[in-house]
């Protein structure tokens, strides 16, 4: 498990006791609506054998760690309230795998409508979604509460599957810890968010293949920082604000989405790999100096690339790469999307190209060739979203504005027909705004 940060605490998310990491992932989880104030439920079980599980009947928006009830190994319970309802299920887990040490199960809304029509999402439209989920199996309805509910699920844990729908119902997740558990949960409402989204406009394209990672784009050579810079700790600072933001409109999960800023010629700031965008800080940051890593930390995977782009491309500042989930409908679909529909989306967004599958990584410097001043962003199909800018609030801005235009054709488009800008007003536009 990495490190996390919350506010200005420094903390080690393993080393945490398990009130406190349920009381954490609870927040989060509720935080973003992805339970009820009655619904869902979290535990840990402990190296003795305990297992810590959220109260039956407590708010969950006022959860406190005092809340959270231990069930000893012989079934005492210690605490001042009963454990969930679902406690048999979570106990049944643990017996059939004793791999699993920590439980997520919730019903945020994406994954009751599967849940309803019996179907699971499909982990297949993204790289990284199946290899964080797995395959994801269904077990049969139960009675909430219920041995036979407990059994259902169980079953189909012990047939090895980690991320489990429930019939009418929700979704139970399983991990080696509470957060590889959370992500899970995470990532599997992401893409049931996301085929919903892009099954409104068309048909959603499955990847043929799984990604292998490549580490071919990895960055050997490191350097030592000698000083940063006033310029450079703001920068990191600024960063840190907007990419929490980022995760909080949800535009990308716990450890995915890169941003990156230049902050000198040959220099340049850019999000490690796997750490969790919630609480990272300043000095989780990456600098990279002619081609060198700072010591000690991994950059994301995209390093070569955003390279290539402050090499070659002097009005770019900056590059955030995400996976918003209304633009990443147009990318798993042969649909384009089309910035001429309001003022702001034109302006700020222009043409929209679209990249096959693999260039980001496969052919990174003919990639990032693509980003003249004319196209400050580009849809990789299956992938994710690249958006550059003059400055970082530029490009969030850009990011934004992407998100929220493509969130209003998939609406406009299921109430009536979507009327474009005329090419004279798109041309008033280009004038007044100095676009060409």
């Known amino acids: ?206 990847l043929a293949v799984e990604p292998a990672i490549d580490k071919r784009h990895e960055i050997k050579y490191e350097f030592l920082p000698v000083s940063y810079s006033s310029e450079e700790k703001e920068a990191r600072r600024e960063m840190c604000k907007l990419i929490q933001r980022s995760y909080d409109q949800r535009l990308f999960t716990s450890t995915q989405g890169t941003f990156s800023q230049r902050i000198g010629e040959n220099s340049f700031i850019i999000t490690p790999y796997n750490r969790d965008r919630k609480y990272l800080q300043p000095s989780d940051l990456v600098r990279i100096d002619n081609g060198r890593r700072e010591a000690g930390k991994t950059p994301s995977r995209s390093v070569r690339f955003h390279q290539h782009i402050y090499e070659t491309q002097p009005h770019v500042n900056s590059v955030i790469i995400a996976h918003p989930p209304n633009v990443m409908a147009f990318s798993v679909t042969g649909e384009a999307l089309d910035s001429r529909t309001i003022p702001e989306s034109y302006i700020l967004l222009r043409s929209i190209p679209k990249l096959p599958y693999g260039d980001l990584y496969r052919a990174p410097a003919e990639t990032a060739a693509m980003f003249k001043p004319q196209t400050p962003i580009v849809i990789i199909e299956n992938d994710s979203v690249i958006v550059t800018g003059q400055s970082l609030l530029n490009t969030f801005d850009r990011l934004e504005v992407a998100e929220y235009s493509a969130k209003a054709i998939i609406d406009a488009k299921s109430i009536g027909q979507i009327v474009h800008m005329e090419d004279a007003r798109i041309q008033e536009l280009e004038t007044a705004f100095h676009l060409n």
Not at 66 to 75: F, L
Not at 133 to 157: H, R, T, W
């Open 1 to 206: 498990m990495g490190l996390i940060h919350k506010g200005d605490d420094f903390m080690q998310f393993d080393l945490l006791h398990p009130s406190d990491q349920i009381l954490m992932m609870m927040d989060r989880i509720y935080e973003y609506g992805m339970t009820t104030t009655s619904g869902g439920n979290l535990s840990v079980l402990d190296e003795n054998g305990d297992l810590w599980i959220t109260p039956a009947g407590i708010d969950k928006g006022e959860l406190t760690r005092s809340d959270i009830v231990c069930v000893k190994k012989d079934g005492t319970v210690i605490g001042k309230h009963k454990p969930s309802s679902e406690y048999p299920f979570h106990k049944l887990i643990y017996a059939r795998r004793a791999d699993l040490r920590a439980v997520v199960h919730a019903h945020p809304p994406a994954l009751v409508a599967f849940s309803m029509v019996r179907k699971v999402p499909n982990v297949h439209l993204l790289p990284n979604d199946y290899l964080v989920c797995g395959e994801v199996g269904m077990a049969k309805y139960g009675l909430p509460g219920s041995m036979e509910l407990g059994e259902n699920i169980a079953q189909v844990f012990e047939q090895g599957f980690n991320t489990v729908m429930l019939e009418n119902h929700g979704v139970v997740v399983g991990g080696e810890n509470l957060f590889e558990a959370f992500q899970r949960f995470e990532t599997l409402d992401f893409c049931a968010r996301l085929e919903i989204q892009a099954t409104r406009i068309g048909h959603p394209i499955s």
